[in-house]
């Protein structure tokens, strides 16, 4: 991501019954979170697409494969 360019979302990385990740209304790609973040991180939402999972779709329509830890120093007050 630019360092102009503003993230989508940003956010918490949560889990639900259903064992799904997510941040806000965005579904998260589970290999990656499973392999690259952990539950509570704080993250940056770059790309979003249609969820294409029959699924959780209701849920979460739209979904995310394109996120990163988010810059804990632009959050600081």
């Known amino acids: 991501m630019a360092k102009d360019e503003k993230p989508i979302y940003t956010g918490i990385i949560e889990k639900d019954e259903a064992g799904n990740y997510f941040c806000g209304e965005y579904l998260l790609d589970y290999r990656q979170v499973e392999t ?12 979003i697409i249609e969820n294409p999972s029959d699924k959780s779709y209701a849920k979460y329509p739209k979904k995310s494969k394109e996120f990163s830890l988010a810059d804990k120093k632009k959050f600081l007050k």
Do not use: R, T
Not at 36 to 47: E, V
């Open 36 to 47: 690259k973040f952990q539950l509570g991180d704080k993250i940056s939402i770059k790309s």
